[in-house]
């Protein structure tokens, strides 16, 4: 089974941006979209394909950094581009559920 957890960014559930840095930002959607899987059962280490989108300011090799404390080899498969959002990092994943 396949579970599609989409859009973890870094928004409080006010609604408002956390924080202006990229490692605040990233930190939180990884953190997000870890607490999405796992209320689906799931762990990160389940995800098969991760999409991220880096806005403005958000430079690929500092949250590549970041991204590997939270994501282990193997790597799930992953693309990451470039977008105009309004802040700096937006995360979706599908991971596989046994």
């Not at 958000?58 to 498969?77: G, H, L, R, T, V």
């Amino acid at each position: 089974m396949h579970n599609n957890q989409e859009a973890c960014h870094t928004l409080r559930l006010t609604g408002k941006n956390v924080g202006t840095t990229l490692d605040v930002q990233a930190r939180r959607a990884l953190d997000n979209l870890k607490a999405v899987l796992e209320a689906s059962g799931a762990k990160l280490s389940d995800a098969v394909k991760v999409t991220v989108f880096l806005g403005e300011g958000a430079d690929f090799d500092p949250f590549n950094e970041i991204y590997k404390e939270y994501f282990s080899q193997p790597y799930p498969a992953r693309t990451i581009a470039p977008a105009n959002m309004g802040f700096m990092v937006q995360i979706d994943a599908i991971a596989h559920l046994s």
